[in-house]
Structures are given as C-alpha cells and as structure tokens.
C-alpha cells in the first residue's frame, strides 16, 4: 500500500474516532509532515456514505458504531468504527485490497496493515508540514516550542 493512501486512512480514522481536526499528520514510521488538505486532494477524497450520519454522530458523544464509505481516484475506502469507547477501527482500500486494523488515542492512530504485515504510526498535530521535523519530546510536533525559540522565549 503506497504509504501516503494509508496515512490518508488513517487521517479520516483519527477525525471520526477522536474528533479532532488536524492541519498535518505526521508519519512516526517514515518521518515528516503531510499537509492534511493536500493529503485528501490528492486521493480526491469525498465521503459518499456514512451511517450513522456524520452530523448526527457528531452532536452525541455516544458509543456509536459508525460505518462511512469514502470515495477516492483510486477506488472506494471502508471504514468501520465498531464502538467508539473503544477507539478501534477496520477499514479495506479497494485500490489495492489492503485490509487495516487499527487503534486510536490521545493524537496518535497506530494501525496494522495487513497488506505489509507491518505496523505503523501517524500523529495528528496542529503544525503545518514546513515545520522541520519534530523530535520526541514535542507536543504538537513543536510547534508552540519551534516558535517561543525563534522568538528567544525558551
């Protein structure tokens, strides 16, 4: 699985089960910021199903199942949140017949790609990708930090 389609998975997977908008995500695995925006024009991204409806998910905090099934250039991405308590996902990319298990908590989404038999680990973060790459103290991938040093505020 090309590797940006994943971390763009796991970008929607972050905003349903965590509820958080994010500017970028960062690749723990491979290292460096994706702009979130670029990331969905790219794939062409667009939702054509969710049950329940997203807007109505959205104003209960309940432990909903949510099913959305996105459309992209290179074929359909499924999603499936069996309970948000638990914070778990599965989703299949018919681009390639790639099959995800996955978890998310906090600002991080871990998932196992079956495809790869391997797993990797993307953050969600406010800093837009011309940040230099963060380091593992950073919260917000430095951001706040990388500013208040610039400034001579450390």
Same mark, same amino acid.
């Given at each position: ?8 998975? =796991? ?16 690749? +723990? ?22 049950? $329940? $409806?997203? %807007? ?6 309940? $432990?909903?199942?949510? =099913? ?17 308590? %638990? ?9 390639? +017949? ?22 990797? %680990?993307?953050?969600? +973060? ?11 103290? =950073?919260?917000? +991938? ?13």
């Amino acid at each position: 699985m090309r590797s940006r389609y994943r971390a763009c998975i =796991c970008y929607l997977a972050g905003r349903l089960i965590l509820g958080r908008d994010a500017a970028a995500i960062y690749d +723990c695995s491979g290292g460096g910021h994706i702009d979130a925006a670029e990331l969905l024009e790219e794939n062409n991204i667009s939702l054509l199903e969710a049950r $329940p $409806p997203l %807007k109505k998910h959205s104003a209960s905090n309940g $432990p909903a199942a949510i =099913c959305a099934l996105y459309n992209s250039r290179s074929g359909e991405i499924y999603l499936d949140i069996a309970s948000k308590t %638990k914070n778990i996902f599965k989703a299949y990319a018919s681009a390639d +017949c790639s099959l995800f298990m996955g978890k998310a908590g906090g600002n991080l989404v871990a998932v196992y790609d079956y495809r790869e038999k391997s797993f990797f %680990k993307y953050r969600l +973060c406010s800093a837009r990708k011309t940040i230099l790459t963060c380091g593992p103290f =950073c919260r917000d +991938c430095g951001w706040e930090k990388l500013k208040s040093a610039k400034n001579g505020n450390l």
